[in-house]
């Protein structure tokens, strides 16, 4: 059964389909027929879009190093250490000696807020995104 409709995660081209879910897991997809952009079809990453949030090696909290091990931290204390590592290394060597990643996973719109924290912030143009399609 058909549960939530959504955007596949993959790419930019965001393509629609249903999710399917049982007992509060997410057990497969539906393309959108009406979708305007995948018009009922999807490539083999959406057939597998439902597969990653519930896989039992996925990340659920930030890790941080401690004493040679990964331990869970909060978000706060996750971020705060990112920025301030991230601050030092921009003082220390400058800001090209900074770069980002971004994420095929994620949508445009929070890629596009990844740029502009890349060259407003850490004053850097140094940044790809990975999507490929």
């Known amino acids: 059964m058909a549960n939530g409709v959504t955007i596949c995660p993959y790419c930019g081209c965001g393509c629609g ?55 869970k931290a909060t978000w706060e204390e996750a971020l705060s250490l990112v920025a301030t590592k991230l601050m030092k290394i921009k003082d220390n060597y400058g800001s090209n000696s900074l770069g980002i990643c971004s994420s095929a996973k994620t949508f445009n719109e929070e890629n596009y807020l990844l740029q502009k924290f890349a060259r407003s912030v850490l004053l850097t143009n140094n940044i790809d995104h990975c999507a490929r399609l």
Request: hydrophobic letters at 25%; a positive charge.
């Open 17 to 71: 389909f249903h999710l399917q879910s049982e007992n509060n897991e997410l057990t497969g997809i539906i393309p959108n027929s009406n979708h305007p952009v995948s018009r009922g079809s999807l490539c083999i990453k959406g057939w597998k879009a439902y597969e990653f949030p519930n896989h039992p090696d996925r990340l659920d909290s930030p890790l941080i190093r401690k004493n040679g091990r990964l331990e």
